[in-house]
């Protein structure tokens, strides 16, 4: 991943942070999703007074590319405060389409933390393999 991408899918992330609805937590998350065809699809945090409904960042992402007829990707850019790590229910919904993905870890500062493989965050992941095995 070229640091031009890397930069774009950050700020892409940073911007759209800005819209998280996030009244209970007050952490916001934003992600920028790049698709196979070089789409950009970004996604905010999305809470509810039942706290559970909650929806991230990522998924947010994620839903709105596929609902959009994308299903592989190339790189995923999860922006926070502190440069918090994507949550297990996203890794494993990402998984589902791109175990390969190269997910990007950064900051509001623009500071990047970590760039890894999606299937490092989660390693010997259940696939749509896993039901034919
Ligand atoms: N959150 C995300 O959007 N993505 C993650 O990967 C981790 C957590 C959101 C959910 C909730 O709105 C807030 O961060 C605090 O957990």
Do not use: W
């Not at 809470?47 to 790189?75: D, H, M, W």
Request: proline fraction near 5%; charge should be negative.
């Amino acid at each position: 991943m070229d640091n031009t991408t890397v930069e774009k899918l950050v700020n892409a992330a940073i911007e759209v942070a800005q819209k998280a609805y996030a009244p209970y937590s007050n952490y916001h998350v934003g992600a920028a999703l790049y698709a196979e065809d070089g789409t950009i699809f970004t996604g905010c945090n999305v809470e509810n007074a039942s706290y559970p409904i909650t929806i991230c960042a990522e998924r947010t992402a994620l839903v709105k590319a596929v609902s959009e007829g994308r299903r592989q990707f190339q790189a995923i850019a999860v922006v926070t405060r502190n440069g918090g790590s994507p949550c297990g229910m996203c890794r494993q919904m990402l998984y589902e389409f791109s175990p390969e993905l190269t997910v990007i870890i950064a900051d509001f500062e623009g500071q990047v933390h970590r760039i890894l493989p999606l299937h490092d965050l989660l390693p010997h992941g259940f696939s749509p393999k896993s039901l034919d095995e």
